[in-house]
């Protein structure tokens, strides 16, 4: 009877064992089920018309170099606002606040940022950004939207890179009379590149593909001319997407998911440079 | 003569001294103002959609707005309930955290207990892909692909219906919850497995009832910020699960969330200052102490139940 009992409790093991190695293969089986049926569906679509054309009411002639344009500019933007104010709010909350109510209180304000919907920002956008300070539906008003929206994702991967830098070398920056301005300068900062890089990346990642937001600030799905300046009105690769997902003729169902396929390139292209430049990072440093 | 060069020396020293910490205070203070920019961000948030929504609620009362069971902004007959809306939520987030929590939690449970290292290495990436494929991929996903295959299990599958949305939403969030999930048990240490296992448990039972238990808090916050995440999303089940307020609890129709109805009023014509227009606001409103609730158990979970090894 006990050798039965051990014998079906090893049992259940084993089956148990096989179940969930089962459902994890079925979750990565999603992820190259969704590339297939892109790849299918686009691949036909991704023509030289495509890739240098421009919006147009015939699928056949339907182009995606606006919507590249607007999201180089919003990337650009928003890389240039988060990145600043990330860094340094980071710095602050590591190298400077003490630990108290208040720090702990912009802590949490942080983590709950992070978890805020996208499409909250939007509304933020645009009631701010839009309406109030009058930057209309413009480049200026997505990339800001869009630098709240992956702020915390800077911060908190900038938090983490300077926790990781050792004490010993802020200590011997120190004990050579440095202030602590320049120790942050000097030491913490360089030591902690390759990590506030991966959050950089990460949230190029992100704003590369988020919609919501910058629908909402009033990104266009037609814009026939480039912007010009950052006050002019865009559109954005995802907001392409979507407009020819949208659209009831089936052949825009190919261009969408040939803007995806471009769309998951630079995606691609974004993390295999992180991943190289990190190496280099780490390289010069060992 | 070597006194003036002592004293020049000297002073120019005391100025470099100076000047560097004055450097020092600056750079302090201007780091500081970037960490407030996080602050008033919030504050943003709040006043906008509290100033705004108070536009709607001049209008509609709070009472109309929060027990109405018709959602019909646009129509001439107008009705501001948002229960459609909220129902239409509700399925999509159940739907969604039926597929992710156990899936997440299996994978977690696999690839911190059973996996081999090797293989491991091998299955982790490819989750983690998933977590960072655009949402608007997943819905465009949802609707030409997994839309088709419920109409063919399904014939009276509708074309846009919240089955396929929260389908799409549940790949979305399964590495959400595997990656937290995976952190908090392999964050047990391996002497309370040892003792499991020295006492004659399988792995199984060592997991299920010693590392599982452990590793709760951190497991049970990773399902909140899931469904969190769910009740937010927006593109998918804008895409993929139509733009009808519909009071029901069928997955086989067109519903609309809190989420697809903000990108849709935003889409239309709704001048600043209509009735509409405020909507937006107040639904916006309604959204956003959802996910700060969520925010605030998730938060609360992990600190309660912190355990020190």
């Known amino acids: 009877m006990d050798e039965n009992y051990l014998k079906y409790r090893k049992l259940k093991n084993s089956i148990f064992h096989f179940v969930i190695l089962l459902v994890t293969i079925l979750a990565v089986a999603m992820l190259f089920w969704l590339f297939f049926d892109i790849f299918k569906k686009g691949l036909p679509w991704l023509t030289q018309q495509f890739l240098s054309g421009y919006p147009s009411r015939f699928p056949k002639k339907a182009g995606v170099v606006p919507g590249l344009v607007g999201s180089v500019y919003i990337i650009f933007l928003t890389i240039l606002f988060s990145v600043p104010v990330g860094l340094g709010c980071a710095i602050y909350l590591e190298e400077y606040a003490k630990n108290n109510r208040f720090t702990g209180f912009i802590k949490i304000n942080i983590s709950n940022l992070a978890g805020t919907p996208s499409i909250v920002y939007g509304l933020l956008g645009l009631a701010v950004f839009v309406n109030t300070f009058r930057f209309g539906r413009s480049i200026l008003s997505g990339a800001l939207t869009m630098s709240l929206v992956v702020l915390p994702i800077v911060i908190v991967a900038s938090q983490e890179a300077i926790k990781s830098v050792p004490q010993f070398l802020r200590h011997g920056s120190y004990a050579l009379g440095s202030t602590k301005w320049q120790t942050i300068r000097k030491i913490v900062i360089p030591t902690a590149m390759p990590g506030i890089l991966t959050g950089i990346i990460l949230s190029i990642s992100r704003a590369l593909g988020e919609t919501a937001p910058i629908i909402m600030v009033g990104a266009y799905s037609f814009v026939s001319s480039l912007p010009e300046n950052i006050l002019d009105s865009f559109t954005a690769l995802p907001i392409q997407i979507y407009d020819w997902t949208g659209r009831p003729q089936a052949d825009f169902k190919g261009v969408a998911a040939a803007g995806i396929i471009v769309l998951m390139g630079l995606l691609l292209t974004v993390n295999a440079a992180a991943i190289v430049i990190r190496n280099k990072f780490q390289k010069s440093l060992d | ?309």
């Open chain 2, 1 to 309: 003569m070597f006194i003036m060069i002592r004293d020049m020396i000297s002073k120019r020293l005391s100025e470099r001294t100076s000047r560097m910490k004055l450097a020092n205070t600056t750079a302090k203070n201007i780091f500081l103002f970037f960490a407030l920019i996080s602050v008033f961000t919030t504050i943003g948030i709040i006043l906008s959609l509290f100033i705004n929504s108070t536009g709607f609620f001049s209008k509609v009362s709070i009472v109309e707005f929060l027990t109405g069971t018709q959602w019909t902004p646009l129509f001439s007959d107008r009705h501001f309930g948002i229960l459609p809306l909220v129902t239409g939520t509700l399925i999509i987030t159940a739907g969604a955290a039926v597929i992710s929590i156990p899936v997440g939690l299996c994978s977690a449970i696999y690839l911190s207990e059973y996996a081999k290292p090797k293989i491991r290495k091998v299955l982790k990436p490819f989750l983690e892909v998933l977590a960072g494929i655009p949402s608007i991929v997943y819905g465009y996903f949802a609707l030409t692909a997994i839309t088709p295959l419920l109409q063919s299990l399904i014939p009276q599958t509708e074309i846009f219906n919240a089955a396929s949305g929260s389908i799409a939403v549940g790949i979305m969030t399964i590495p959400l919850v595997s990656s937290l999930s995976e952190d908090a048990l392999r964050a047990v240490p391996d002497s309370l497995r040892h003792g499991a296992l020295a006492l004659g448990s399988t792995k199984l039972e060592t997991s299920l009832r010693v590392v599982v238990p452990a590793a709760i808090s951190g497991i049970s916050a990773s399902f909140v910020l899931a469904v969190s995440r769910a009740i937010g999303e927006t593109m998918i089940v804008t895409i993929a699960s139509g733009a009808r307020p519909n009071f029901t609890l069928n997955p086989l129709e067109s519903v609309q969330t809190m989420t697809a109805f903000i990108v849709q009023a935003s889409q239309g014509d709704n001048p600043h200052g209509t009735t509409g227009f405020y909507a937006l606001f107040a639904v916006g409103l309604v959204l956003f102490l959802i996910t700060l609730i969520m925010n605030i158990i998730s938060h609360s979970i992990v600190q309660k139940y912190r355990k020190e090894y």
